[in-house]
C-alpha cells in the first residue's frame, strides 16, 4: 500500500514537472534561443577575427543553429507576450508585425545562403556569414530594445 501511494505521488510529481516545463514563459524560451544564436555567432565570429582556428565543421555547426533560430523565431513572439520576464522585444514586434516578419525572412535567407555556400576557406565564411550578422543586427535595431550584439 505504502509503494502504492508513493508510485502515485511520483507520478504526480513527474507530471507536475513536464507541465511545469511546457508552461516556460515564451519570453524565456526565445531568451534562450537568441543565446544560442549568439553562442553560435561568436565561434563564427572567432574565427574571423582570428582568434579561432578555421573549422569548416564548426561553422556549419553554427549556421544549423542559426537555421533552428530562424525556423522557431516566428511562433515566439505570441500576443501577451509584449512585456514580462526583462523581455527586450519592443513593441514594434506587435505593431509592425510584417516589418518583423521581413527582417525574419531576410535572416532566414541569409542563413540558407551560408548553409547552401557551406564555406570551406576563412574568405568564404566571411563571405557567407557577413550577410547573416547584418541580418542579425537589422532586427535588433527596430524590434530589439538593447542592442548589444
Ligand atoms: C527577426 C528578428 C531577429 C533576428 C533575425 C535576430 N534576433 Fe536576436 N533578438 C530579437 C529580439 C526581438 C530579441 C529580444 C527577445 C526578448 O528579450 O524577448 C533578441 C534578443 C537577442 C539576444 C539577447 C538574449 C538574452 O535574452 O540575453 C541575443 C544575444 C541575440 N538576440 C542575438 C542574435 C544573433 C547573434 C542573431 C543572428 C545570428 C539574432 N539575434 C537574430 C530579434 C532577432
Redesign the pocket.
Known amino acids: 500500500m505504502v509503494r502504492i501511494i508513493s508510485m502515485g505521488s511520483l507520478l504526480a510529481l513527474q507530471l507536475m514537472a513536464s507541465v511545469a516545463w511546457a508552461a516556460d514563459p515564451v ?1 524565456e524560451q ?2 534562450e534561443l ?2 544560442g ?2 553562442d ?2 561568436k565561434t563564427v565570429g572567432g574565427m574571423l577575427k582570428g582568434e579561432l582556428d578555421f573549422d569548416a565543421a564548426a561553422a556549419m555547426e553554427s549556421f544549423q543553429v ?1 537555421a533552428d ?2 525556423a522557431r ?1 516566428g511562433d515566439l ?1 505570441p500576443e501577451g507576450s509584449e512585456t514580462g520576464y ?5 513593441e514594434t ?1 506587435w505593431t509592425d508585425r510584417e516589418g ?1 516578419n521581413q ?2 525572412s531576410e ?1 532566414t535567407q541569409a542563413v540558407d545562403g551560408a548553409i547552401e555556400a557551406s564555406p570551406q576557406s576563412i574568405e568564404e565564411l566571411k563571405a557567407s556569414a557577413g550577410p ?2 547584418k ?2 543586427k ?3 535595431e527596430g ?3 538593447e542592442d ?2
Open positions: 519570453q526565445r531568451s537568441m543565446k544564436a549568439r553560435a555567432a542559426w533560430v530562424a523565431t513572439f526583462d523581455t527586450e522585444a519592443r514586434i518583423f527582417k525574419l535572416f547573416v550578422f541580418t542579425c537589422g532586427c535588433h524590434y530589439r530594445i548589444e550584439s
